[in-house]
């Protein structure tokens, strides 16, 4: 697994570090689960993510729309962004005046 996942008590931010794709997104999406079981909701910070392709932009968007709970993503990497924008999900992404909001 080529990601980590450390909470900044400062902001409330889970921040996601290292690769969001097909090899690492079941793994992901397993620790994803268990933090929203553990909170009434997760904002994920993904500054750190490297590289993205579908299979983690298909775990953002599944997250986002079948949470029971509140799930934001803010402070997305270039690569997020881009990806986002590529398939016109821009809105997954929290935009940057929310991101001192988390």
Aim: hydrophobic fraction near 45%; aromatic fraction near 6%.
């Amino acid at each position: 697994m080529d990601f980590t996942l450390d909470f900044d008590e400062a902001t409330g931010r889970h921040l996601f570090r290292g690769e969001l794709g097909v090899y690492t997104a079941h793994a992901v999406q397993a620790v994803w689960l268990n933090l929203l079981q553990a909170a009434d909701g997760i904002c994920m910070d993904l500054a750190g993510v490297t590289e993205i392709d579908t299979a983690g932009l298909q775990l953002l968007l599944q997250m986002k729309r079948h949470a029971a709970k509140s799930v934001s993503f803010c402070n997305a990497s270039e690569p997020v962004r881009e990806m986002a924008r590529l398939v016109n999900q821009e809105a997954l992404l929290e935009q940057p005046d929310a991101v001192g909001e988390g």
